[in-house]
């Protein structure tokens, strides 16, 4: 636009995201995610979408890093970031994109905490993998913690607790189990309006989230006694 730079833009994108962060946690949270959504979708090479062509990752984790730098080591530990290939209306929009497109940068992030989509992913060892080696002990004075994803919100079927703590034992392999932990792939209904075609009927879909949520975290639990943590 005349007389609005790209540079006074991103700027002013900047500190908005820095309010949207510091009001909620003055609102009473005790931790704030950045939604990713778009990192993996960055890195998608299509031909009838040339902007997916336009390698903008990079500049997205330069963006993100600059809102994190105007925060504490302190404020960071509660300062997360999540991905996933989308999961409005039961779909995905990158799904299919490698996965270590994405994760081999992520990292750079000088966030406290990932949130990272799993339970659905086919082959999850090289998943596993990549966050063991690009996971670090210091972004910056903050120690990173990989929230892995244990649950698929897409799929009716409830995964079990044991199902659970098996698939957080095995990730464990190939990351510090000090700096593992176990999330959702994706929230369980982004938008009020979010139709569940695989669940069939809202009330059936809510039933499954808790029931899921509950397993999620007694299947934390007994890997956390297997692990010895």
């Avoid at 993998?129 to 649950?151: N, P």
């Avoid at 009330?203 to 956390?224: M, P, S, W």
Wanted: some cysteine.
């Amino acid at each position: 636009m005349e007389g609005y730079s790209r540079e006074d833009f991103e700027a002013t994108l900047v500190d908005e995201c820095e309010r949207d962060v510091r009001e909620a946690f003055a609102a009473g949270a005790a931790r704030v995610s950045i939604d990713f959504t778009e990192g993996r979708l960055a890195t998608r090479a299509d031909p009838r979408n040339p902007w997916t062509g336009a390698g903008l990752l990079p500049h997205f984790i330069e963006l993100i890093n600059r809102v994190l730098a105007r925060f504490s080591a302190e404020e960071r530990r509660s300062i997360g970031i999540h991905t996933c290939p989308g999961g409005d209306r039961d779909s995905v929009h990158s799904a299919d994109v490698p996965y270590n497109n994405l994760l081999g940068t992520m990292f750079d992030l000088n966030a406290g905490y990932f949130l990272i989509q799993l339970a659905s992913e086919r082959d999850k060892d090289p998943v596993y993998r990549t966050i063991g080696e690009h996971l670090r002990d210091d972004a910056d004075g903050v120690a990173q913690t990989a929230y892995v994803g244990v649950v698929n919100p897409q799929n009716p079927r409830v995964e079990s607790p044991q199902e659970i703590a098996d698939m957080l034992v095995r990730a464990a392999n190939f990351l510090p189990k000090e700096q593992l932990g176990a999330t959702d792939d994706c929230g369980f209904s982004p938008f009020s309006l979010d139709e569940k075609p695989n669940h069939g009927s809202p009330d059936y879909a809510r039933d499954v989230a808790f029931q899921k949520i509950r397993n999620r975290v007694e299947g934390t639990r007994l890997a956390a006694e297997k692990l010895g943590v």
